[in-house]
């Protein structure tokens, strides 16, 4: 008997330990991807093994988190910053799956034009613009150029909006000087080239639409403004600000002989919609450059 209650004792503890790992959860989705970085938006998560999961957006605890079954979790996003954040659920047993960079957050503080610097040249020369401190890394920076004698040049790395005319650049290890080259007849009218840096939400994607005649300008057909962006235009003529609506602020303007002018426009949009009208007038073979900061 006592060998037979001894048999019995080992099974049952062979049993109890030989229970095999629940499997590790998986992530496939959150719906919706992006939110405010205000928080408590509901969102749903779409996986595999999820079981008394926990969840965290960019660090942050989720709110309401409820295990609705092993392929679903629902709960309430925390408040965040702006930009792309991981999605970390723990289970119960402390297992973790990452979806990484899977919710972005937006909506954050409103961009502003933090400085400004233009300069011209009266014999269509190049122009130098001066930054002291130099821009710090990732903040947005944009410039114009206005010549009747040749054509400006950006610095190395910038990306072209209007060909000869506007450009903009995410700041990586800036200098303290931008040279801005000119090509073309050196003739008496010169030039002249506005720039500015923008602060504020995250420079990922930061022209996300521009639109250039001659007449008028408008946002381009189709387009949804989110909250809190900065609408800036570049002009190729300052003069071009002049009639204005709607809220818009000449940040710099730099004029050659008086006529010649590089010029740079910004105007706030608090929420959400499309804009879809001309907020101005553009002189005759003068255009001007609307791009939109996320």
């Not at 979790?73 to 930009?83: K, R």
């Not at 150029?145 to 800036?174: H, L, M, Q, V």
């Not at 004029?255 to 007038?281: C, E, F, H, L, M």
């Amino acid at each position: 008997m006592k060998k037979t209650a001894y048999a019995i004792a080992m099974f049952r503890a062979a049993a109890a330990g030989s229970g095999v790992a629940a499997a590790a959860p998986t992530f496939s989705s959150i719906t919706p991807a992006t939110g405010d970085v205000a928080g408590g938006e509901a969102v749903v998560i779409a996986g595999t093994g999820f079981s008394g999961s926990s969840v965290t957006i960019g660090g942050a605890a989720c709110t309401s988190v409820v295990t609705d079954s092993s392929i679903q979790i629902s709960c309430n996003t925390p408040a965040g910053t702006d930009g792309a954040k991981d999605v970390v659920v723990t289970n119960g047993d402390t297992q973790i799956v990452t979806g990484s960079s899977a919710f972005t957050y937006t909506g954050g503080a409103a961009p502003v034009i933090a400085r400004t610097a233009s300069d011209e040249d009266d014999d269509a020369m190049d122009v130098t613009l001066t930054f002291s401190p130099a821009p710090a890394d990732g903040v947005l920076l944009v410039a114009c150029a206005e010549s009747a004698d040749g054509n400006f040049s950006p610095p190395a790395g910038w990306t072209t909006i209007t060909a000869n005319r506007a450009w903009y650049k995410i700041a990586s290890s800036e200098p303290t000087t931008f040279l801005f080259p000119q090509s073309g007849s050196k003739g008496d009218n010169g030039g002249s080239v506005a720039m500015a840096e923008i602060t504020g939400n995250a420079a990922s994607s930061p022209i996300e639409d521009t639109d250039a005649a001659i007449n008028t300008v408008t946002t381009p057909a189709g387009t949804t403004l989110g909250s809190n962006r900065l609408a800036v235009a570049l002009a190729t003529d300052g003069s071009n600000f002049t009639s204005m609506t709607n809220s818009w602020t000449i940040a710099v303007s730099e004029n050659v002989n008086g006529s010649r002018k590089a010029a740079i426009g910004y105007k706030s949009i608090a929420a959400a919609g499309s804009t879809g009208t001309s907020d101005w007038d553009v002189t005759a073979n003068n255009t001007v450059t609307l791009c939109v900061k996320p």
